[in-house]
């Protein structure tokens, strides 16, 4: 029941990605064995069991159910989770105090609707009427 904006959103991922990688850090430094497979660059980032369910589609997914490693591109991965997320908007009152606590609004799932603002000129440009639909 929490919204976030696509930045705190992918300040969550960030964090999550610093945590998995620094886990998975531990984990190689703690085990006796020489770590076997290639070593990833610096903008790649090995994607564990949640964020591939979260992340790769149902065909990705049947591909890479053999392999254990798995890494895809920060990048890649920023913008599939922001892919995955769903658009919701708040209408906020007019005349509303700029601290306003929006979490007490009702959330509309989905995109805000269009908004069309139009002038109507009458009595030969002396009234004007504004439409906002």
Same mark, same amino acid.
């Given at each position: 029941? *929490? ?14 990605? /610093? ?23 610096? =903008? ?7 964020? /591939? ?5 149902? =065909? ?40 306003? =606590?929006?979490? *007490? ?5 989905? *995109?805000?609707?269009?908004? /069309? ?9 002396? /009234? ?6």
């Amino acid at each position: 029941d *929490t919204f976030f904006t696509f930045a705190e959103a992918k300040e969550v991922l960030s964090r999550y990605l /610093k945590a998995a990688e620094e886990e998975r850090k531990a984990e190689s430094n703690s085990s006796e064995k020489m770590p076997c497979g290639k070593e990833m660059r610096r =903008d790649e980032v090995a994607v564990d069991a949640v964020l /591939k369910d979260a992340l790769l589609t149902r =065909d990705e997914l049947a591909t890479s159910k053999g392999s254990e490693e798995f890494s895809m591109k920060k990048e890649e991965i920023f913008s599939r989770w922001q892919a995955a997320l769903q658009p919701c908007h708040v209408i906020v009152p007019a005349g509303a105090p700029k601290n306003l =606590d929006v979490s *007490t609004l009702k959330v509309h799932k989905g *995109t805000c609707p269009p908004v /069309k603002i139009s002038v109507e000129d009458r009595f030969g440009g002396r /009234k004007h009427i504004t439409h906002v639909v």
